[in-house]
């Protein structure tokens, strides 16, 4: 019988189970880490995704976190914190609308600016693209973005109705 790593693995289809193994192991350990230590620190899904786009450098897809970076090797962290935003990019998908609207309040009343700023900011800009994983399906990426107008536009009638009966 081969050794432990002549088998070949299914899911990517290379030779070395036990390096497949330790990557898995060192990933979840990042993922861990960053979960426990930074996302559960941010309160919403939303402001948990801006958070997470923020970490990537939109030139090159990659992702920089110079506590992780401290700790564990490059391509962990960047296959740790691409789950982690696809994780979270999903979450906001399966809650329901009405659970987005609110959460998306918070998120925007906590910007410069405040809400107000915010949602027009978002609205005339489209800045919530950056917040799409790479790896996303695009209908997935096509609801999503069709929801963020939706939220934003209900957002916005809140504002201009509530400043007109001020």
Same mark, same amino acid.
């Given at each position: 019988?081969?050794?432990?790593?002549?088998?070949?693995?299914?899911?990517?289809? *290379?030779?070395?189970?036990?390096?497949?193994?330790? %990557?898995?192991?060192?990933?979840?350990?990042?993922? %861990?880490?960053?979960?426990?230590?930074?996302?559960?620190?941010?309160p919403g899904l939303f402001a948990r995704l801006t958070y997470l786009a923020s970490l990537r450098d939109l030139s090159s897809g990659?992702?920089?976190? $110079?506590?992780?970076?401290?700790?564990?090797?490059?391509?962990?962290? %960047?296959?740790?914190?691409?789950?982690?935003?696809?994780?979270?990019?999903?979450?906001?998908?399966? *809650?329901?609308?009405?659970?987005?609207?609110?959460?998306?309040?918070?998120?925007? $009343?906590g910007m410069e600016g405040g809400l107000p700023s915010a949602v027009s900011h978002?609205?005339?800009?489209?800045?919530?693209?950056?917040?799409?994983?790479?790896?996303?399906?695009?209908?997935?990426?096509?609801?999503?973005?069709?929801?963020?107008?939706?939220?934003?536009?209900?957002?916005?009638?809140?504002?201009?109705?509530?400043?007109?009966?001020?």
């Amino acid at each position: 019988m081969a050794g432990c790593c002549a088998w070949k693995c299914s899911v990517c289809g *290379t030779r070395g189970g036990m390096r497949t193994l330790t %990557q898995l192991q060192q990933n979840s350990k990042v993922i %861990q880490d960053f979960t426990l230590t930074t996302l559960a620190s941010i309160p919403g899904l939303f402001a948990r995704l801006t958070y997470l786009a923020s970490l990537r450098d939109l030139s090159s897809g990659r992702y920089e976190h $110079a506590g992780l970076a401290a700790l564990y090797p490059d391509e962990a962290i %960047q296959q740790a914190l691409q789950l982690c935003h696809e994780q979270i990019f999903e979450r906001i998908l399966e *809650t329901p609308l009405s659970s987005q609207l609110e959460d998306l309040r918070a998120c925007l $009343a906590g910007m410069e600016g405040g809400l107000p700023s915010a949602v027009s900011h978002w609205r005339r800009m489209e800045a919530y693209r950056v917040f799409l994983p790479e790896a996303a399906p695009d209908y997935l990426k096509e609801l999503f973005c069709s929801n963020l107008r939706a939220l934003l536009e209900i957002l916005e009638e809140e504002h201009s109705l509530a400043h007109s009966a001020a």
